[in-house]
């Protein structure tokens, strides 16, 4: 079911994603070569205790998941591109880092990821990472209410495939709100002018991923970590976005923070 939230429910919306939006970009700056990934977990819990948030994480069970989750961040490191469970790694030099945040604060979930690379940079992984934002920024753009779910899908297919790379539609953009994971389902590729119309209150996770040569996907054994099945790289962009009559409002920008 699709929920619309009322002009008063986005503004109870903003401190989480402001929250969000400040996790992620202490993490980002705090992750360097040398840095355990069980510390970037670590670390977020401490500011979600902090906080008083509630991580969407640590309990969740989904039909897939082998287990809870555990932990309260996902990690994911090269290959790895999405549900990366954090574990006993050491990040090296040239390593490409996404990290996927999402907790509660007062009942209302926001919902962002982001990717980089922790020492010298390939120049073909920014250019995936790039690749994965500028998505991120036409998914935006194209979230008004003038709009469809497939404007959405269009505007980062078009992104990707300018690029050279392809799509997996698996995982995608949903609905965010009192939960994480909510309807609609927005996938990254779809047909422009098709699908739910976008309306005023639609609150949403949109997130782009691509891997650089491939569109499919292997789970780790460790129940959650999904991989490119041909071990190239991948690169995640996430914010959660509230539409509204007045256009797209984004929620956990992090641009108020000077950082990207
Ligand atoms: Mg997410």
Not at 41 to 47: G, Q, S, V
Not at 153 to 172: C, H, K, L, M, P
Not at 176 to 188: A, C, E, Y
Not at 220 to 243: K, N
């Amino acid at each position: 079911m699709i929920e619309l939230r009322t002009p008063a429910e986005i503004e109870q919306m903003r401190p989480v994603g402001r929250f969000v939006a400040e996790v992620l970009a202490t993490l980002r700056d705090e992750t360097a070569v040398g840095t355990n990934l069980l510390s970037i977990d670590r670390r977020a819990h401490e500011l979600i205790r902090r906080t008083g948030a509630e991580s969407c994480y640590i309990d969740y069970h989904p039909s897939f998941g082998a287990s809870p989750f555990g932990k309260v961040i996902c990690t994911s490191i090269n290959d790895a591109v999405l549900h990366g469970l954090p574990h006993d790694y050491t990040l090296r030099d040239g390593d490409l880092v996404s990290l996927d945040f999402a907790v509660s604060i007062d009942g209302w979930v926001a919902d962002s990821a982001v990717s980089f690379v922790v020492g010298t940079a390939r120049d073909e992984d920014l250019r995936l990472i790039e690749t994965t934002r500028r998505a991120l920024d036409a998914a935006i753009e194209a979230a008004t209410v003038e709009h469809r779910i497939g404007d959405i899908s269009a505007a980062v297919a078009q992104v990707a495939r300018g690029e050279g790379y392809s799509i997996n539609t698996d995982f995608g953009g949903h609905g965010v709100g009192r939960v994480m994971h909510g309807d609609p389902h927005i996938p990254n590729d779809g047909k422009a002018g098709r699908g739910y119309p976008l309306r005023a209150g639609l609150v949403v996770a949109l997130e782009p991923w691509f891997l650089a040569t491939t569109d499919k996907l292997v789970t780790d054994s460790d129940g959650w970590t999904l991989r490119s099945a041909d071990g190239s790289r991948g690169a995640h962009s996430e914010h959660t976005v509230a539409i509204t009559a007045d256009g797209p409002i984004v929620l956990t920008d992090r641009s108020f923070l000077g950082v990207d």
